[in-house]
């Protein structure tokens, strides 16, 4: 096994692919010998040649920063020595690339719910969703109570509560934009059944609001599948909630599974807790399923715009054409001045957990994010909030935070979200989460988070491993159980603006 990689042919720093002591002999084809002249963790960066003051420092075939100080080869290049380039705005210019792509035609399929308006699911999940936080505590004795009479989730997959914190006192753009995404919830493709929780106030009723925004969202609403409990109504929220999981219960005692052509996949695609390997294994693994699901006809979806700084023109290349285009050069200058407009730094340094693993600017860290998104154009670009509309790799409007982005995708219509990380995370959101390690160290670890070890890329070529990848895939959107299905981690958050009143 190799000990260390130079990503592209330009670097001028290589990446330790394990601890390396001081001493150790970097053998490369264009630089020679390259000895280390300091122990280097794993996913950290080697100058593989002498890098002079204010230069920059190349990974990826890009800068990610310049140095800050002389940097002799075979040093630690981090923190202590390279500083981001970024600054302010930017102005962009729509310069297209010609995009390829050797991906074929593939004529499997999954096991799939087709539902009546013509979406996929690829469960059949019972949701519990509070219209209001404030009567979120009634889920989980439902939920009890409900696994007491089905321990196996009765003629469900899963039963999944979206417990938040947002009520009719919230100030009115969170509460509308909360609203939003529990409708989109609610309309999930891989929800069987929904129960919608609130308190039913006479003066300001957010069940008769959630009501009218699912019928302007769907046109319609079954209600066999979709009911409605108000605790203002009800003399016992306990009893008539369970009678009302039993009619959902029966309703959807005859769905069964069928096979649906991969072009139906919609998958949401996110990173957290990177490490300095999360771009050279995980990402780039994501990058080649991405490219495949598009070439099927399927569509995937980057969020998490924050860490799009610093490579954001590499996506605005890949528009398929100008009006995409701008809606990216938007995407990304409207979060920019969200940033400025709460005082925030736009190019705030990578965690201090995402620093340890290896990585030094947030270029460094972008260009490492945006592997995820393969080689394939951008088709479109989503407001926070909004439902896919258009087949292939799509852009999503949402921030770093990874369950407030990973929840953004599920109600984008995400199917299941596939979920990057170096240094590990138990979390997911309420769709099937897959959780990919960048490293063996951390699958061998959290054998209960982790469900794909990218790791294996070490001793492994990427055809081998993202083949073995694709068909796990196809296997969950099957009905192969997730980490977090496994062990009932399910969860929701809402994205915000301003201050809590």
Not at 23 to 44: F, M, P, Q, Y
Request: hydrophobic share 35%; proline share 4%; with cysteine.
């Amino acid at each position: 096994m190799n000990n260390f990689i130079i990503l592209d042919e330009h670097d001028s720093v290589a990446v330790a692919l394990q601890d390396l002591p001081k001493g150790t002999v970097l053998k490369t084809a264009n630089h020679g010998n390259v000895t280390t002249l300091e122990d280097i963790t794993r996913g950290h960066k080697i100058a593989l040649e002498d890098i002079k003051k204010g230069a920059d420092i190349i990974k990826y075939g890009y800068p990610i920063g310049h140095a800050t100080q002389d940097i002799k080869r075979g040093e630690h290049v981090h923190i202590h020595n390279i500083a981001t380039n970024l600054s302010g705005e930017l102005e962009y210019s729509y310069k297209p690339i010609k995009i390829t792509t050797k991906v074929g035609k593939d004529d499997r399929k999954f096991m799939g719910y087709k539902r009546p308006n013509g979406k996929v699911g690829i469960r059949n999940d019972l949701y519990i969703i509070p219209v209001v936080g404030s009567v979120s505590e009634l889920i989980d004795p439902l939920v009890t109570q409900f696994r007491a009479l089905h321990p196996d989730n009765g003629n469900f997959d899963n039963v999944v509560p979206l417990k938040h914190t947002y009520g009719i006192d919230t100030p009115q753009d969170n509460y509308k934009r909360a609203r939003k995404i529990l409708v989109d919830a609610a309309l999930q493709p891989n929800a069987g059944a929904v129960l919608i929780c609130g308190l039913g106030c006479a003066d300001d009723d957010e069940l008769a609001q959630m009501k009218a925004a699912l019928q302007e969202a769907n046109g319609s609403i079954d209600p066999d599948r979709i009911k409605f409990l108000s605790s203002a109504d009800s003399d016992d929220e306990i009893t008539d909630g369970l009678a009302m999981l039993e009619e959902l219960n029966a309703a959807v005692k005859d769905d069964q599974r069928t096979p649906q052509p991969l072009s139906e996949l919609k998958i949401g695609l996110k990173c957290g807790g990177s490490d300095g390997l999360s771009g050279v294994t995980a990402n780039p693994l994501f990058g080649r399923l991405s490219d495949f699901v598009a070439a099927q006809g399927g569509t995937t979806v980057l969020s998490e715009v924050p860490e799009m700084f610093g490579a954001e023109t590499i996506l605005m290349s890949r528009a398929k054409d100008e009006k995409t285009f701008d809606k990216t050069v938007n995407l990304i200058n409207n979060f920019k001045a969200y940033f400025e407009r709460f005082h925030q730094p736009i190019y705030e340094n990578p965690s201090p957990g995402n620093k340890a693993g290896g990585i030094s600017t947030l270029e460094d860290k972008s260009l490492g994010c945006t592997q995820k998104s393969g080689t394939s154009a951008v088709n479109d670009v989503l407001e926070y909030g909004d439902k896919i509309k258009t087949k292939g790799l799509n852009l999503l409007q949402a921030p770093g935070n990874d369950l407030v982005s990973s929840s953004a995708e599920a109600s984008a219509d995400c199917q299941m979200v596939l979920f990057t990380t170096g240094r590990g995370t138990p979390f997911a959101t309420y769709v099937p989460t897959v959780k990919v390690s960048s490293n063996s160290y951390i699958a061998n670890l959290k054998p209960r988070w982790i469900d794909f070890d990218a790791g294996q890329l070490m001793n492994e070529s990427m055809d081998d491993l993202a083949a073995k990848f694709i068909q796990y895939i196809i296997d969950v959107a099957s009905g192969k159980k997730t980490n977090n299905e496994k062990y009932d981690v399910h969860g929701i958050a809402i994205f915000k603006t301003g201050v809590t009143e």
